[in-house]
Nanobody
C-alpha cells in the first residue's frame, strides 16, 4: 500500500501562486509515474498534470498549460505542482495519484486525500 499525503493548499488571490506537495514514504516511489487531479464543486474530477518516473516527461491539461508545473524529487519521495497565475476557476480540491502518466483517472492506483485550493477574485 502506498500512502500519499498532499500539502500546500490554501487561500490565494487571483494572480497568485502556490506550490503543492505530495509526499509518500513508499520505498518504491521511484517506480511510479505520478499525476495531479482536481475536483471543483459540482464538477467532475479532472486531470491536471502528470510526470513519468524519472521526471523526464510531463503532460498537462490545456487549461493549466503554461501556468502549472509538475516536478518530482525522487530522493525526497515527493512530487510537486507549482500553480502560477491562479484564477478563481482553479478553485478545487487537488489530489495526487500514483501509477500512470495518462489523463485517465482509472489508470491510477493510489490516491491522496486532497488539499483545498481556493482562489479569490
Amino acid at each position: 500500500q502506498v500512502q500519499l499525503v498532499e500539502s500546500g493548499g490554501g487561500l490565494v488571490q487571483a494572480g497568485g501562486s502556490l506550490r503543492l506537495s505530495c509526499a509518500t514514504s513508499a520505498r518504491t516511489f521511484n517506480n511510479y509515474a505520478m499525476g495531479w487531479f482536481r475536483r471543483a464543486p459540482v464538477r467532475e474530477r479532472e486531470f491536471v498534470a502528470s510526470i513519468n518516473w524519472s521526471g523526464s516527461s510531463t503532460n498537462y491539461a490545456d487549461s493549466v498549460k503554461g501556468r502549472f508545473t509538475i516536478s518530482r524529487d525522487n530522493a525526497k519521495n515527493t512530487v510537486y505542482l507549482r500553480l502560477n497565475s491562479l484564477q478563481p476557476e482553479d478553485t478545487a480540491v487537488y489530489y495526487c495519484a500514483a501509477g500512470s502518466v495518462t489523463s485517465d483517472s482509472r489508470r491510477y492506483i493510489y490516491w491522496g486525500q486532497g488539499t483545498q485550493v481556493t482562489v479569490s477574485s
